[in-house]
């Protein structure tokens, strides 16, 4: 983050790739001008066609931009448009923008290096910001881009350049809500005198008040020791001194298994509770390859579809965003596009399909689990209404805050989200672990009684794969 000249008011200068990250950055800059190089304009242009998520943000910004135009002449264009929020006429979220909108309406003087010629994009860019500089010397000019390598060459030449920071959901992402809080050893004895315990239907209760209560989330995990001896789940936040907590089953035991499927870790006994919860609709799950994300929580869809009945059938999507090169189109339905993608799926259903009978028992359960379990992709998803569906959407951190609210939204009655990922593995461009979709509805929803988080610690997929994650 540059210094910023607080005497001097801000003339931010957009990159493309920031305008189509978040169309609504025209109105993110509070009291500050905004300039839109010709460049930027060409870009815009080039890139509005198509189905893309890109295309749609871009076509979007020229809306905007055609919105705050109306009506406008030469002068006023040549004056700076007032940036007014499109909510400000009872039409949606009004952004708190007063500043104004400036365009590149002559030829700048371009004075860069020779090695820097104007004629690419992003030199077009630093030498409009250079000569802005001379030009606007009541206005400190910065550079506003998602390209870290335009940001690098800014500041060889001098130039202040920024990263778009209104989309981060935090400064860090250590500072992320894990959905566990380790109580103090002496716990019980601070809260002894003013504690109230009771049962219902089998399930037992503490009325908690103290100071501890402040800080606690609603379904937030708590845990005293790591050997299970005291591990409950915050189900009434009544005030920041009173908390009503439950005490969770224990998945770990054998006779407690969902689908064959036992918690060997806390993480993963949270984790059994909030997905066998009816109560709870909306489930996160993170951790590194190996913590069993994507097995809990096809076991527990299994045993609320097939067991239980609480819901029609699990429908499993993903994005579909490559580690290498991609391997091109694929033939078939959408349920058979999808297939190379959801290998994480099948790896885990083998696990899952084990049954006493043989090969016989393994393939009657293989039919009967594959009638209930639905393929989907995520570019199909808009307008659609899931009823009564246990929904699974795996690698969720390659979602941007705006696809990820497009998906749960899609919810209907009856119906039960998880979203699975890990937010160290992100293969969408221009994401971070602070911007990531899935970062964004873990800070959001932790404040909801009706969802539950929890961060995987421990890999259980092999000691081979434990010795790699930490090694390699």
């Not at 566990?180 to 399930?203: M, N, S, T, Y």
């Not at 984790?271 to 076991?299: Q, R």
């Not at 919810?411 to 039960?416: H, R």
């Not at 434990?466 to 090694?471: G, K, R, T, V």
Request: aromatic share 8%; proline share 4%; net charge negative.
């Amino acid at each position: 983050m540059i210094k910023r000249e607080n005497d001097k008011p801000c003339l931010f200068i957009l990159d493309t790739n920031v305008l189509m990250h978040d169309p609504t950055a025209l109105f993110r800059f509070q009291e500050h001008d905004i300039f839109l190089p010709m460049m930027v304009l060409e870009e815009l242009d080039r890139g509005k066609k198509g189905m893309s998520e890109v295309a749609r943000n871009v076509r979007q910004v020229s809306r905007f931009l055609d919105q705050l135009m109306l009506n406008a002449d030469k002068e006023e264009i040549d004056a700076g448009l007032q940036i007014l929020s499109p909510g400000a006429n009872g039409g949606g979220i009004v952004f708190p923008a007063t500043g104004r909108l400036f365009f590149q309406t002559e030829p700048l003087d371009l004075k860069l290096p020779t090695a820097l010629p104007g004629s690419t994009p992003d030199n077009n860019i630093l030498g409009t910001a250079q000569a802005l500089r001379e030009l606007r010397d009541d206005r400190q000019v910065i550079i506003v881009s998602k390209d870290i390598n335009l940001r690098i060459k800014a500041a060889v030449l001098g130039i202040p350049a920024e990263d778009y920071s209104n989309d981060q959901v935090l400064d860090d992402a250590t500072l992320l809500y894990t959905g566990l809080d380790i109580l103090p050893d002496d716990f019980w004895e601070r809260h002894q005198k003013d504690l109230d315990a009771w049962k219902e239907e089998g399930r037992s209760f503490y009325r908690i008040t103290g100071p501890d209560v402040a800080d606690w989330y609603p379904a937030q995990c708590l845990s005293l020791g790591d050997n299970g001896s005291f591990e409950a789940i915050v189900r009434e936040k009544r005030s920041d001194t009173e908390a009503v907590i439950e005490l969770v089953d224990d998945y770990r035991l054998q006779r407690h298994n969902v689908w064959g499927i036992t918690a060997r870790n806390r993480e993963q006994n949270f984790a059994l509770n909030m997905l066998m919860d009816p109560e709870v609709d909306f489930v996160t799950l993170l951790g590194a390859a190996g913590t069993g994300k994507t097995l809990l929580a096809l076991a527990a869809g299994l045993a609320q579809v097939l067991d239980r009945g609480l819901y029609r059938e699990i429908i499993m999507t993903r994005v579909t965003v490559p580690v290498g090169e991609d391997i091109g189109f694929l033939p078939g339905t959408e349920e058979e596009k999808m297939t190379p993608w959801m290998g994480a799926l099948m790896d885990n259903l083998e696990v899952l399909t084990q049954p006493e009978g043989g090969e016989w028992g393994r393939a009657a359960t293989n039919d009967l689990i594959r009638n209930r379990i639905r393929i989907s992709s995520l570019n199909f998803m808009r307008g659609r209404t899931f009823l009564n569906k246990y929904i699974i959407l795996d690698e969720a951190q390659n979602l941007t805050a705006k696809q990820m609210k497009t998906l749960i939204t899609r919810a209907g009655p009856g119906t039960k989200f998880v979203c699975l990922g890990n937010i160290s593995q992100i293969d969408t461009p221009y994401l971070t672990e602070t911007t990531s979709g899935l970062t964004y509805v873990v800070d959001r929803f932790k404040n909801w009684p009706h969802s539950g988080h929890i961060t995987l610690m421990r890999g259980e997929r092999s000691r081979l794969a434990d010795f790699a994650s930490q090694e390699l």
